[in-house]
C-alpha cells in the first residue's frame, strides 16, 4: 500500500506530492492530461517555434515561493530569466508608471507628489520580507508566526480595501497601477484584504522580480516532476479519476483540484455547495511578427504590461465581469511580453505574447475585438504585427484545465472571507469529511499563483496525520 496518491499535477499537486516524498513517504501522482503542469504549462498553440504559455507565465510569486526556494529545482532545469523591467502601467499620453525591482525607480515613475508616499508603504516591509512572506503563505494555526509584529503590521495595512489604502496617493498613476495591481487576483478593489494583494506582488518585484522561465512556465512544473521520481514518487499521466476506486490503495489522498471536482470523485455531495466561483477570463495568444509597438518606452523592456486607462475604468471592468454579468466595455488587460527576457520562446526576430481580459463566469461570447481595441490605444500597429492568434473563453479554459470552472483561473472567487478562508469556513483548510482524504489545490490557503505553497501546507496536514497511524 502506498503512502499517498496525489490526484492532479498542477504546481500544488506536484509539490505536495515531492514534500512528502522528501520525507520518506511513498508516493504516486495521477494526471489526467497527457503532461503534468496545470497552470504552469508551455503549448506551441498558435505556430509552429512559437512557445506559448496557457496560463501563468510571469511568476513573480513562484519565484519568492518559501516552498520552492526550498527545493534544488534549478539542477532539474528551472532558470529564472528577468525583463529589465517587472512590470509596466502604460498611459495615453506615452509616459507609463512602472513596478521596478528598484524602489526608488518604482516611487519616481509615480511623480514628485507620491513618491514619498509609496517608499513609506513599501519600504518597512522589504528587510523582513522573507520571514514576512514565509509567514502569510503559511499553514493556518499550526505554524507559529516568526515575526508576528511585522505580520500584524502588514495586516493593519493590508486587510482594508485597497481604496482606503490608495487614498495616502494624491495623483492617478499610483492608484492606477496598484489597482491593476489588486485586479490580478480578480478581486474587486473595495473588497476585503484587497491591500494585501496588491501589497504582496509590489513587494514580491521588489525583492526578486516577476521573472519568466527560460524556456517557458512548463520547466516549473517539469522540474518538480523530475525532481519528485528522484525521490522515488511515481507520475502517472493520461490517467483521469472519476471516483476513488480508481485510484489504488493509499494511506492518504491528495487532490490538486477544484472543490467541485472532489466532491464528485469522493462522494462529499453538497459539502462544497457554497463555495462560490469567481470572474472567468478571456485570453489571446499571439505569434507576433516583431515585439509589441507599445508608445511607451518603459513598456517595450517590461515583462508584464497592465492595460487600463485609470483606476476607474478598472473598477468599471472588475464590476462588470463580477457583478454586472456582462464583458466590460473597456476591459482591464494583463499582459505578458516573455521574449524581452526569454528569446527562445520564439523564432528569431518573432515574438510570443499573451493578453486577457475578465469576463463573467461561464460567458460564451468573444471579447477578442475589445481587447485588440485596447491594445491598439497603448500600441498603435499593434494588429499589423500579429502573424496568428489563439483565443480562449471560459469553455475553452475550463476544457484545457478542469480547475477553472467557468473560466475562473483563480480556482474561486478572491472576495470577502473567502479571499482568506477557503474553501470553507474552517480552521482545518486541507481537511475533507474523510479524514483520508484532502484537498492541496488553489482553492485551499494562501490561494491562486504558481507558489506551490497550498501542496506544501496540505502535505504538512497530510504528513502529520500519516505518522499517527
Same mark, same amino acid.
Given at each position: ?41 508551455? *503549448?506551441?498553440?498558435?505556430?509552429? !517555434? ?14 519568492? $515561493? ?8 534549478? #539542477? ?15 498611459? #495615453? ?6 513596478? =521596478? ?37 503559511? +499553514? ?21 480595501? $485597497? ?26 478593489? &473595495? ?39 528522484? +525521490? ?7 490517467? *483521469? ?24 470523485i469522493a462522494g462529499f455531495g453538497s459539502h462544497y455547495a457554497n463555495y462560490r466561483y469567481g470572474p472567468g477570463v478571456f485570453k489571446i495568444d499571439y505569434a507576433l511578427d516583431g515585439p509589441v509597438p507599445w508608445t511607451a518606452p518603459q513598456a517595450r523592456t517590461a515583462g508584464t504590461v497592465q492595460i487600463g486607462a485609470? $483606476? ?40 510570443? %505574447? ?10 460564451? &461570447? ?15 500597429? %499593434?494588429?499589423?504585427?500579429v502573424l496568428a492568434r489563439a483565443t480562449a473563453g471560459p469553455p475553452e479554459l475550463a476544457a484545457r484545465n478542469a480547475n477553472y470552472v467557468g473560466g475562473d483561473i483563480a480556482s474561486g472567487a478572491v472576495s470577502g472571507l473567502q479571499l482568506l478562508l477557503r474553501p470553507k469556513l474552517s480552521l482545518f483548510p486541507y ?6 482524504? %484532502?484537498?492541496? =489545490? =488553489? ?8 507558489? !506551490?505553497? $497550498? ?11 500519516? #505518522?499517527?497511524?
Amino acid at each position: 500500500m502506498l503512502d499517498a496518491v496525489v490526484v492532479g499535477a498542477g504546481p500544488n499537486g506536484l509539490t505536495a506530492a515531492v514534500e512528502l516524498a522528501r520525507r520518506g513517504f511513498s508516493v504516486a501522482l495521477f494526471e489526467a492530461k497527457d503532461t503534468v503542469g496545470g497552470g504552469a504549462r508551455t *503549448e506551441e498553440l498558435t505556430l509552429p !517555434g512559437f512557445r506559448h504559455d496557457p496560463c501563468s507565465a510571469a511568476h513573480p510569486l513562484a519565484v519568492n $515561493s518559501p516552498a520552492f526556494r526550498a527545493l534544488p529545482l534549478d #539542477r532539474y532545469g528551472l532558470e529564472w530569466l528577468h525583463p529589465q523591467l517587472p512590470m509596466a502601467h502604460p498611459f #495615453r499620453d506615452g509616459t507609463a508608471a512602472v513596478l =521596478s525591482r528598484s524602489v526608488a525607480e518604482t516611487a519616481a515613475s509615480f511623480g514628485p507628489r507620491d513618491a514619498g508616499a509609496y517608499r513609506r508603504l513599501v519600504e518597512p516591509f522589504l528587510p523582513k520580507w522573507d520571514t514576512l512572506v514565509r509567514d502569510f503563505m503559511s +499553514l493556518p494555526l499550526t505554524a507559529l508566526p516568526r515575526d508576528p509584529v511585522t505580520l500584524a503590521r502588514f495586516g493593519l495595512r493590508g486587510l482594508p480595501p $485597497s481604496t482606503w489604502l490608495t487614498r495616502r496617493f494624491r495623483d492617478e498613476r499610483a492608484r492606477t497601477l496598484f489597482a491593476g495591481l489588486v485586479a490580478h487576483v480578480m478581486a474587486p478593489l &473595495g473588497g476585503f484584504a484587497t491591500g494585501a494583494v496588491g501589497l504582496v506582488f509590489a513587494l514580491a518585484a521588489h525583492a526578486r522580480g516577476w521573472p519568466v522561465a527560460r524556456g517557458g512556465s512548463q520547466a516549473i512544473s517539469d522540474a518538480l516532476a523530475a525532481y519528485l521520481e528522484d +525521490l522515488g514518487g511515481s507520475v502517472h499521466t493520461d490517467y *483521469e479519476v472519476k471516483r476513488l476506486d480508481d485510484l489504488p490503495p493509499a494511506r492518504a489522498y491528495v487532490f490538486d483540484t477544484s472543490p467541485t471536482a472532489l466532491a464528485r470523485i469522493a462522494g462529499f455531495g453538497s459539502h462544497y455547495a457554497n463555495y462560490r466561483y469567481g470572474p472567468g477570463v478571456f485570453k489571446i495568444d499571439y505569434a507576433l511578427d516583431g515585439p509589441v509597438p507599445w508608445t511607451a518606452p518603459q513598456a517595450r523592456t517590461a515583462g508584464t504590461v497592465q492595460i487600463g486607462a485609470d $483606476s476607474g475604468e478598472i473598477a468599471a471592468a472588475l464590476r462588470a465581469a463580477s457583478r454586472e454579468g456582462r464583458a466590460p466595455d473597456a476591459p482591464f488587460l494583463i499582459t505578458v511580453q516573455p521574449g524581452v527576457a526569454d528569446p527562445t520562446r520564439a523564432p528569431a526576430g518573432k515574438h510570443v %505574447f499573451w493578453a486577457y481580459g475578465h469576463v463573467p463566469n461561464g460567458w460564451t &461570447g468573444d471579447l477578442t475585438d475589445a481587447i485588440e481595441r485596447q491594445l491598439e490605444r497603448y500600441a498603435p500597429g %499593434f494588429r499589423d504585427r500579429v502573424l496568428a492568434r489563439a483565443t480562449a473563453g471560459p469553455p475553452e479554459l475550463a476544457a484545457r484545465n478542469a480547475n477553472y470552472v467557468g473560466g475562473d483561473i483563480a480556482s474561486g472567487a478572491v472576495s470577502g472571507l473567502q479571499l482568506l478562508l477557503r474553501p470553507k469556513l474552517s480552521l482545518f483548510p486541507y481537511a475533507t469529511p474523510h479524514p483520508a482524504v %484532502f484537498i492541496c =489545490s =488553489s482553492a485551499t490557503p494562501p490561494g491562486p499563483g504558481v507558489h !506551490g505553497m $497550498s501542496g506544501h501546507n496540505a502535505a504538512r496536514a497530510v504528513w502529520r496525520r500519516l #505518522r499517527q497511524t
